[in-house]
């Protein structure tokens, strides 16, 4: 059983809703000994493509992102849900829904930041619906990057975000696949 | 001369409105080679505490508390600015004013995640006028357990946020504190 899977299992609770709580290690409290250890699972992952910089979304994404960016020595970028003052010169900007909040947010991301030289890989918490992803995919696309590949700790294989990339011919590598959720009981993706 | 003030020297550039502008290294993109040094300088200052525990607020501090919480090996909280539908339970909460974007939030940190023994480290990206700081301790507080110390990756000392928060008995620890700022020059503090 992957690293992921077993900590949500011994951590995670379900809440009325569908929502998966993983406060408790992988956002609000961020587990930093489990961190580092999924920091180096993405590295190995994605050791051999040459990943030149590591994009997320603000605020969640970013302690996944930054595991991986240390585990990888790349930097880190992370889209910003709001411009403000402190983001100066011409961004790329694209509209990002939240199911969690159920608002839609225009996401910005400093054009200096990612070059057409870039090799880039996307990293999130959580992968349901994948309007993050292709947010911040359409944000490389703007700059002429190349997304690498895409990674998420933990997606809802039963919102079809993932399975909606991977059939478009991105590289989406999921550290645990929920693809059944009770009141009770998860069920993992096997391949 | 510290790593902190090399780097803002190197990199920062000031913006009009008495902005400094960080967002190669420390926001909106992160310099995670840097980091890693900048989290063992944090566990080094803070190594003899026994701190069981890093708070920051998101998303800015939240490079630089995952930084010092894999350089410590103690879990980072984030408080939240708004709260949503995957925060459940009591929650403390305090309002923050920001004076980067101009208004005043509720900041929210689940309940069970403080506890009363714990000895806690605030760490954040900007100290100025101290309005973050002061809202993660009176959390802090408000919890039973026990403000170590704070540390800022970056004070501005024109603003008093730190000195008054020294003045109060608090240990902060800047990286770097910029005394002076004009449209071409930084002038750090010396001790």
Redesign the interface.
Known sequence: MKKMEEKILAEATI?P?G?L?V??FL???????F??EIGEEIADLFGDDEISKILTI??SG??IA??A??AM??????A?KNK?????GDCYTTPVKSF???DTNNVV??K??ISPDDRILIVDDFLAHGSALNGLINIVGQAGATVVGCVAAIEKGFQMGGDSLRAKGYRVESLAIVDEMTDSEITFRRD
């Open positions: 809440l809703g929502v709580k406060g408790s956002n609000q409290q961020v587990d930093t000994v961190m580092k603000e605020s970013i302690p930054i595991s960016g240390f020595g790349v930097p880190v970028v992370y910003k403000s003052s402190n983001i100066s969690t909040h159920g991301v400093t200096e930041y």
